[in-house]
């Protein structure tokens, strides 16, 4: 990972601009822009001055966010699916199915697994089309 990750301490305040953001948050302010389009919980709202100002809420989204991708090692698929799991109080909700998506890049004999069992699937499958 290039960037390095930043303590996780918000300063007590409403309002952050995107460069005070990506400073707490350790990543560069490119990154923010992006996952405002890939995760639908953070838009900004913007300035006089048309500068992306974040709420403390979404502030705390994103440490969520790159906690995910970069110490739990999900995919931007994973975490999208893993943060609507949660909900808002950030508990997992009962009601959520299993997702292979959610498992970590780095969990390798999970992948492994996941892997063989779709091999199995795909053969039975090309099984009864050679029928």
């Known amino acids: ?47 006089k001055t048309n500068q992306r100002l974040y709420k403390r809420k979404e502030v705390e989204k994103i440490l969520q966010i790159r906690d995910l991708l970069y110490r739990e090692k999900y995919t931007i698929e994973g975490a999208r699916k893993r943060i609507k799991s949660l909900g808002r109080g950030g508990v997992e909700k009962q009601d959520t199915p299993s997702d292979d998506s959610q498992i970590p890049l780095f969990d390798v004999g999970k992948q492994k697994d996941f892997l063989k069992q779709l091999k199995g699937k795909l053969e039975d499958i090309l099984g009864t089309m050679k029928h």
């Open 1 to 47: 990972m290039g960037a390095k990750l930043a303590q996780s301490t918000i300063p007590d305040k409403l309002y952050f601009k995107i460069g005070e953001v990506a400073k707490i948050i350790g990543v560069k302010p490119y990154v923010l822009r992006y996952w405002e389009t890939e995760f639908p919980d953070i838009s900004p709202g913007k300035s």
